[in-house]
């Protein structure tokens, strides 16, 4: 797996994600080497108060995403509630209201499939539990454009419908499919 | 995927411009579009859309992002009726502006806000769009049944004074709304990014439209409104939307922060903007 040269990371996840991401976001340093961006599915017409909650709980900075900013190191970024969120050939930030998704607006393919056309090899894509085919679609684009794809195994995930349909469409690779730890030791090993 | 070419060609031809849209969500659309007007290449949607200007309005479906929803963020229409209109209502007559109205939504649900607040008999909207069909959908004002449990809760927490219902008529699968929310109402093809300012108004509501802009055209929109709003006119925008960094900054205060609610600024002695 190449994971030298990863520039950014984008992280989906549904039912079950704030625990996991509960595992995964407090290890990282503050000033981590790279941007963290994810969709997050919560139930619709809630507002979310995802980057509040993230907060306190991590070093590395959290804000929900907005259109036209630049993707900066260091920060985690939350796609805000009700808009799908794409990052462009110029890694900025775009925001769209278009149709949802799997039934979700943020979409997990929406943002992986524009990530793995702005990053390309450089990208580092991570699915992780839920009850939604949502992102399988765009991990595997993220693998043709030369990215790095990684799944959290079904066997450890509270939901296992979506790293289960990953799994299904990938091109199967040695060490692609990681429990919450392993993600996290990966992590904090990608080189600067 | 490059857009380039066709975007250009389109210009060229229909006068559309969507040179200056968002790439990643122009890029989605396009592929969309391919798939299902069955072209296996952006050339062979260029050559066809060229070819035939009805093929050109189904591409423009995929372009232009019509989803919309009544009364969306509540907060917004209740800040309207509880923080602005308080303000508006000082006027003798009123002219307010729905900027991308796409299928009518927003626009019907102002019109009820009006309604309730007394102020419709003497308001004049425009609701303006570059689609020809969501304009005539607006027009009809009928949506989808399945659509109206939605909008029914998003009116009540909008502090709607009576019951959704009181403006519609269902039938199986629809709901009409009544004429007399339509009849202050014109609806009209303008394009926020070729064509110019066509009246004074004292309100514009610019929701979602704004975000598939680049920053140039963002600019060249709120230069638009800047002309077209009345000294302490309101510019209201989508919960994600912002005057704050454009060229237009200094011109507007923010009126409502939570809301995205801005205020043209009066400006005294005549002071020149530099372009
Ligand atoms: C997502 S809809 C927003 C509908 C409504 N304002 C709302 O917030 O629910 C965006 C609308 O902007 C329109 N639009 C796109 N480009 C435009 C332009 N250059 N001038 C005017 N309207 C435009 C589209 O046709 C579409 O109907």
Redesign the pocket.
């Known amino acids: 797996m190449k994971t030298d040269q990863i520039n950014a990371v984008v992280i989906g996840a549904s039912a079950g994600g704030i625990e996991a991401l509960q595992q995964i976001l407090p290890r990282l340093p503050k000033g981590y080497h790279l941007p963290i961006v994810i969709v997050l599915h919560i139930p619709s017409g809630q507002r979310s108060y995802l980057s509040e909650l993230f907060l306190t709980k991590t070093d590395m900075l959290v804000k929900e995403a907005d259109e036209k900013e630049v993707i900066k190191s260091g920060t985690i970024y939350f796609a805000p509630p009700g808009y799908h969120l794409l990052i462009e050939r110029d890694f900025t930030f775009s925001l769209?209201?278009?149709e949802s998704v799997h039934y979700s607006r943020p979409s997990i393919d929406v943002l992986f499939e524009s990530a793995a056309e702005a990053f390309g090899t450089h990208l580092l894509g991570i699915l992780l539990t839920g009850a939604s085919p949502d992102g399988a679609a765009g991990l595997k684009r993220i693998q043709d454009r030369g990215g790095v794809a990684l799944i959290q195994n079904p066997d450890t995930a509270l939901a296992r419908v979506m790293p289960e349909a990953a799994r299904s469409l990938l091109l199967p690779l040695s060490e692609q499919v990681l429990s919450l730890e392993e993600i996290v030791l990966l992590l904090l090993r990608l080189k600067r | 995927m490059e857009l380039g070419p066709l975007l250009e060609s389109i210009y060229l031809q229909y006068h559309?411009?969507?040179r200056h849209?968002s790439k990643a969500s122009m890029e989605r659309r396009a592929a969309q579009a391919m798939f299902r007007m069955n072209c296996k290449s952006l050339i062979e949607l260029q050559e066809k859309v060229l070819l035939n200007a009805e093929a050109f309005f189904d591409l423009?479906q995929f372009?232009?992002?019509?989803?919309?929803?009544m009364f969306?963020d509540p907060s917004y229409y209740l800040a309207l009726r509880e923080k602005m209109f308080p303000i508006l209502k000082t006027y003798p007559s009123l002219k307010i502006w729905?900027?991308?109205?796409?299928?009518g939504?927003?626009v019907y649900s102002l019109a009820i806000l009006l309604q309730e607040e007394g102020l419709l008999d003497r308001t004049i909207l425009y609701a303006?769009?570059?689609?020809p069909r969501?304009l005539a959908e607006a027009e009809r004002g009928v949506f989808a049944l399945g659509d109206v449990q939605k909008f029914t809760q998003n009116y009540q927490k909008s502090g709607g004074k009576h019951s959704l219902s009181d403006y519609y008529i269902a039938s199986i699968d629809s709901v009409k709304f009544d004429r007399s929310l339509v009849k202050n109402i014109t609806f009209s093809d303008?394009?926020?990014?070729?064509?110019s300012v066509f009246s004074e108004t004292q309100f514009v509501?610019?929701?979602?439209?704004l975000i598939?802009?680049d920053r140039d055209?963002q600019n060249r929109?709120f230069g638009l409104f800047h002309e077209s709003l009345c000294r302490k006119g309101f510019l209201g925008l989508?919960t994600k939307e912002t005057v704050e960094f454009s060229k237009y900054a200094n011109d507007f205060n923010v009126f409502l922060p939570e809301e995205h609610i801005f205020q043209k600024i009066e400006k005294r002695g005549g002071v020149k903007r530099e372009d």
Do not use: P, Q, W
Request: aromatic share 14%.
């Open positions: 769209s209201t278009e | 559309y411009d969507f849209y423009l372009f232009t992002v019509s989803v919309s929803e969306r729905v900027a991308g109205c796409s299928t939504e927003e303006t769009d570059i689609n969501s303008h394009s926020l990014a070729t064509d509501s610019c929701r979602n439209v598939y802009f055209l929109v989508g």
